[in-house]
């Protein structure tokens, strides 16, 4: 039962231009949202999360925005850089719950020159 | 401030041979995870601790992992007996939050062992 999807496994991007990863969950009670970026041989990087109670959080080249009607939230990155080229998680948690995360399969985005 | 480290950082074994994971969490941190990642699929939760405690196992597979995180920082996660399928990265993550307060803070997470069953 996959309750956080990311459907596409991979994006190719120009550099400058925008990056758009999608996730979609299943779960209501869901209710905080958080991207990881993800090197090769390293563990997983914070990198903007968003409470179920705003619809956009915004921090320098990154937005999260939030859907809650379509159980949909989207990653954009502009303009995106050469060193963006990672495998990004999105990852969904309850309140309460000692941020337990569950996270999508991932995709891979590379940025090319 | 340092990072959550783990060792070691690569683990190849024969199947039905045992093996630790050691993790150490930044320092504070109340609650440790224990991640198994599986190729191509994202970290699924194995086992939560709130300092020396346990609160999720839900999916730890009992038969054959434990995990315990002795004076509430340090943590090891064993396997006895490994079988193929548990060829994995096992990430060991830190957090600042704890059970019962509805505050949400990010996890921190370590380098990963990459073990290999044969």
């Known amino acids: 039962d996959q309750q956080v999807k990311q459907n596409s496994p991979s994006l190719s991007v120009q550099e400058g231009r925008i990056s758009i990863l999608n996730c979609d969950y299943t779960n209501s009670m869901f209710d905080y949202f958080l991207w990881y970026k993800k090197y090769p041989a390293e563990g997983p990087t914070f990198l903007i999360s968003i409470s179920s109670i705003k619809d956009k959080n915004e921090d320098g080249r990154f937005t999260v925005f939030l859907n809650k009607s379509a159980k949909h939230l989207s990653l954009h990155i502009v303009p995106s850089q050469p060193g963006d080229s990672a495998v990004y998680f999105c990852?969904?948690?309850?309140?309460?719950?000692?941020?337990?995360?569950?996270f999508g399969t991932g995709t891979r985005l590379q940025v090319t020159l | 401030e340092a990072g959550v480290a783990q060792s070691p950082r690569y683990k190849i074994i024969e199947k039905r041979q045992s093996v630790a994971f050691w993790c150490n969490p930044i320092s504070g941190h109340a609650t440790l995870y224990w991640y198994q990642q599986i190729l191509g699929q994202g970290p699924k939760l194995l086992i939560q601790f709130q300092n020396n405690g346990v609160v999720d196992d839900s999916q730890l597979p009992k038969d054959r992992f434990s995990a315990e995180r002795l004076k509430g920082v340090d943590s090891t996660l064993k396997i006895q007996p490994a079988k193929l399928e548990d060829s994995a990265v096992y990430l060991c993550?830190?957090?600042?939050?704890?059970?019962?307060?509805?505050?949400?803070?990010?996890?921190?997470f370590g380098p990963g062992t990459r073990l290999t069953v044969t």
């Open positions: 993550a830190s957090s600042l939050v704890r059970l019962g307060t509805s505050a949400t803070y990010e996890q921190y």
């Open positions: 990852a969904a948690s309850v309140a309460g719950t000692a941020s337990k995360l569950t």
